[in-house]
């Protein structure tokens, strides 16, 4: 099987300080890639836009100058954390049925009457009576 290189490689541009990159959507799920988007907003200025049918170009704008160099690691950085979140998201729905079984028991499950006033007072009774009693005299009383 032959791979065409060029289809391996991340497609982006690269501006003055900022970083374009098409993401399909056939790929990666939306969910994965605004999970990728959040991550880069405390270094950059993140816009989302919608060129085409199944499409998504992320620019990320860098908030400090940067070189070409660092834009190219910045687009490998957001390439790695999209397929991050597009493995969080791929198990996410592979276990949604658990997590559903598992609150549904937690919430909806009858559980046991809570015990009385009087159901505590004898077993804080019983306690007390159970260690014996004993009574301090001070040392000056003879």
């Keep these: 099987m ?9 497609r982006y541009a690269v501006g003055d300080r900022v970083v374009v990159l098409r993401v399909d959507e056939t790929l990666y799920p939306l969910d994965a890639i605004y999970g990728a988007a959040y991550i880069f907003i405390d270094r950059c200025f993140v816009l989302l836009s919608r060129p085409a049918d199944q499409q998504v170009d992320v ?8 070189t070409e160099a660092e834009l190219e690691k910045l687009a490998g950085e957001f390439a790695n ?10 198990l996410a729905v592979a276990t949604m049925p658990i ?15 809570p ?18 009693v004993e009574v301090q005299v001070p ?3 003879r």
């Design 81 to 90: 954390e999209l397929l991050n979140q597009a493995l969080r998201h791929k």
């Design 115 to 132: 015990p009385t006033i009087d159901a505590i007072l004898a077993e804080l009774d019983a306690e007390e009576l159970a260690g014996g």
């Design 59 to 66: 620019r990320l704008k860098t908030k400090e100058a940067a």
């Design 139 to 141: 040392w000056k009383q």
């Design 2 to 10: 032959q791979v065409d290189p060029a289809e391996t490689q991340l």
């Design 99 to 113: 997590r559903e079984q598992y609150m549904s028991r937690a919430f909806f499950v009858p559980r046991a009457a």
